[in-house]
Antibody, heavy 122, light 107 residues
Framework: QVQVVESGGGVVQPGRSLRLSCAAS????????FHWVRQAPGKGLEWVAV????????YYTDSVRGRFTVSRDNSKNTVFLQMNSLRVEDTAVYFC???????????????WGPGTLVTVPS | SSELTQDPAVSVALGQAVSITCQGD??????ATWYQQKPGQAPIVVIY???NRPSEIPDRFSGSRSGSTASLTITGALAEDEADYYC??????????FGGGTRLTVL
């Protein structure tokens, strides 16, 4: 079925690295851009990064730029988020969301994964 | 970067109408997308673009925009509509911003 599923979360010490994956299935992966959105415990949604369908255009929120890198492997239908120099404030559930278009209107999140929890303890 | 401002909490009586607002300069250029999130679940889109609903979203949900303010209206709120609601928009052509979210309570 049409879905995206995140994996790779866990507990990681401050300053260390972690790589998240977002595995897609049920649709033509290479046609879509993907976003990473995170949600700290009890807090709101925060946009993190986007990678366009072409794999070339990538954009980040200010707080992760230079530390996080988004990439994709079209042969594996997977998007990655490499997170380096992790901080306590990076603790959150990380969601992968597809950039969808319908009737000529494009928007973030026509398809979401269940999320994966990243914990950076103090 | 820009910001989107939402009221932290709104309440509505069962069966009544309620509007949730989102204010920000980016909304003068870009339409808001509205999301519903229930505890422990991923968000789902309820409104996108000028006023479009995914097929599975009931027609009691609608969206509008006036100047720098976007609104999500629920006409005839049900108990199942109790949730957190978020708006977002493009900040520029590439980046995205979310509002802080509104917790809707159905009384």
């Amino acid at each position: 079925q049409v879905q995206v599923v995140e994996s790779g979360g866990g507990v990681v010490q401050p300053g260390r690295s972690l790589r998240l994956s977002c595995a897609a299935s049920g649709f033509t992966f290479s046609n879509f851009g993907f976003h990473w959105v995170r949600q700290a415990p009890g807090k709101g949604l925060e946009w993190v990064a986007v990678i366009w369908y072409n794999g070339i255009n990538k954009y980040y929120t200010d707080s992760v730029r230079g530390r996080f890198t988004v990439s994709r492997d079209n042969s594996k239908n997977t998007v990655f988020l490499q997170m380096n120099s992790l901080r306590v404030e990076d603790t959150a559930v990380y969601f992968c969301a597809r950039d969808g278009c319908s009737g000529g209107t494009c928007y973030l999140g026509d398809l979401w994964g269940p999320g994966t929890l990243v914990t950076v303890p103090s | 970067s820009s910001e989107l401002t939402q009221d932290p909490a709104v309440s509505v009586a069962l069966g009544q109408a309620v509007s949730i607002t989102c204010q920000g300069d980016s909304l003068r250029t870009y339409y808001a997308t509205w999301y519903q999130q229930k505890p422990g679940q991923a968000p789902i889109v309820v409104i996108y673009g000028k006023n479009n609903r995914p097929s599975e979203i009931p027609d009691r949900f609608s969206g509008s925009r006036s100047g720098s303010t976007a609104s999500l209206t629920i006409t005839g709120a049900l108990a199942e509509d109790e949730a957190d609601y978020y708006c977002n928009s493009r900040d520029n052509s590439a980046t995205v911003i979310f509002g802080g979210g509104t917790r809707l309570t159905v009384l």
